[in-house]
């Protein structure tokens, strides 16, 4: 088959990596892909906003089978027009994507169905939500209701900084439309884990369990990024926890989904909380996290695309997916200054030596006139390796990462160990 994967970043470089291992792709394609990518699918120059021009290149270049990996062109339905067009697309329609594009739409799906998460009022009046704030106190949590590039969220430790975020997003000036309407939660404590599940509509079959670090700076320090590391799986979250959150949030969710009129198609991503009273809902999203997938994919033992295929067909239920007995940790190496401004074009070298020693995914690359790799994002790699333990898959990744270097490369050093 030809297949073609929209995105550009790690999460892409991840799925093409994968894809590439299938005995049923003949050739693969990326839109618009990196300087990483390049080297295992032929990138092709189209936005992955653009839907109407993804939708021609695939129909004039016969694409067999199409990914849409970003959470963006999934919310603005490029699955629906790609298989309107006779195209077979794997990821939910914007129906289903609505699931990540609103988080009112979320949070009230898991009111009407009884599925745990944390207490909430949605918002688009900037007076109710001061009042709401200064009523509930601090700590106290903030989030943009539509997409935010993962950075739509703010954890106030105080109601003037709650106040302040409020204003922030309520006047378009922090996220644009997506701010316009605020959900406020309350404040939950424990650890965090990911857990990422294929779905058909109907089955759904988990992936090890994650755990991204999205603060900047070691000590979970710092602003929100779209994520610094992730490991899999988590230590903490055992096989008691695995059913209970099956029986309480995963199943009961795609059900909820299929039960509304939004079948979810794809991969649906369960952001939880373990709390002391139980394992909660933090956030869903429609498809692979990053850097999740990265650590995550590393360890699937089956075909990819083969579990695609049956994910839109409805076939699920039907597919041997098999998982490596290891442990996996993706360190992210990221441009000087991100979350904030940063600088692109550094000359990035040491790739071919870390390659050796791990999987070197790019996120933010592109190659310059005199073929050069070179940091083109906020997040430039993410340098993932396996062990037969989480502290031999944390030393492998750190170990393949001394080799890389570019000006004001910036890294925690505490993946894997900071919860």
């Known amino acids: ?53 993804m939708v021609n290149w695939a129909k004039s270049n016969a694409m067999d089978f199409v990914v849409v990996a970003p959470d963006d062109p999934l919310a603005l339905g490029m699955v629906d027009a790609l298989e309107a067009a006779g195209i077979p697309a794997f990821g939910p329609k914007a129906n289903a994507a609505v699931i990540e594009a609103s988080k009112s739409f979320s949070k009230d799906l898991m009111e009407k169905y009884h599925i745990p998460t944390a207490r909430y009022q949605a918002f688009t009046s900037l007076d109710a939500a001061l009042a709401y704030i200064e009523a509930q106190g601090a700590p106290i949590v903030v989030k943009a209701d539509g997409l935010a590039l993962g950075k739509g969220v703010i954890v106030a430790q105080t109601v003037e900084e709650a106040k302040q975020a409020a204003r922030s997003m309520l006047s378009g000036q922090a996220f644009g439309a997506a701010g316009t309407k605020v959900v406020i939660e309350e404040y939950m404590t424990g650890p965090e884990v990911t857990v990422l599940a294929f779905c058909d509509g109907k089955t759904l079959a988990p992936m090890p369990s994650s755990q991204d670090h999205k603060r900047a700076y070691d000590g979970n320090q710092g602003p929100n990024t779209g994520g610094m590391g992730a490991i899999s799986p988590v230590p903490c979250f055992t096989e008691e926890l695995a059913r209970q959150c099956m029986d309480t949030i995963f199943r009961p969710t795609v059900d909820a989904m299929a039960a509304e009129g939004h079948p979810f198609h794809g991969v649906l991503y369960f952001g939880l909380m373990l709390t002391p009273d139980g394992p909660k809902v933090v956030e869903y999203n429609s498809r692979f996290g990053d850097p999740e997938c ?4 590393s360890l699937l033992d089956s075909d990819l695309m083969e579990i695609f295929q049956a994910c839109r067909a409805g076939t699920l239920d039907q597919v041997d997916i098999r998982w490596k007995a290891a442990s996996a940790c993706c360190l992210v190496l990221a441009s000087g200054g991100y979350p ?18 791990a999987l070197v995914f790019h996120a933010g690359t592109a190659l310059s006139s005199d073929g050069a790799v070179v940091t083109s994002g906020g997040r430039v790699l993410g340098v993932t390796a396996l062990g037969d333990t989480l502290d031999a898959a944390i030393a492998a990744a750190y170990a393949g990462a ?4 570019f000006d004001n490369m910036q890294m925690r050093s505490d993946i894997g160990r900071a919860f």
């Open 1 to 53: 088959m030809n297949v073609l994967v929209v995105g550009g970043g790690g999460r892409e470089h991840a799925i093409v990596w994968a894809l590439s291992k299938s005995p049923l792709v003949k050739q693969l394609y990326c839109a618009p892909g990196n300087a990483g990518i390049a080297g295992l699918a032929q990138c092709v120059s189209i936005k992955a906003t653009d839907v109407d021009a």
């Open 294 to 297: 990265q650590a995550v994919l």
């Open 340 to 357: 904030g401004p940063y600088q692109k074009g550094c000359p990035i070298t040491g790739l071919e030596d870390a390659g050796r020693a």
């Open 402 to 405: 001394k080799h890389i270097r």
